[in-house]
């Protein structure tokens, strides 16, 4: 099943995947990405890979 791959070492903490995928993605208290689901159902796929083009440092990836 999908799910995401993060670079941590690369989040600047822009947000922009957050914007793009609020059900998927989110902020931690120190401004960093965190993935709210460990599993990304099917019906949210497009949206996280918009995400992650969306991300300027390339720390996203989603994995099918
Ligand atoms: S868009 Fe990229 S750099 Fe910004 S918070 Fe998301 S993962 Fe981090």
Do not use: N, W, Y
Not at 4 to 31: H, K, M, N, T, Y
Request: glycine share 6%; charged share 30%.
């Amino acid at each position: 099943m999908t799910h995401i791959e993060v670079d941590e070492s690369r989040c600047d903490g822009f947000g922009f995947c957050e914007q793009a995928a609020p059900d998927v993605f989110g902020l931690d208290d120190d401004g960093l990405v965190t993935v709210r689901l460990p599993r990304i159902p099917d019906e949210l796929t497009d949206k996280a890979e918009a995400a992650t083009r969306a991300c300027p440092v390339a720390a996203l990836r989603v994995v099918r």
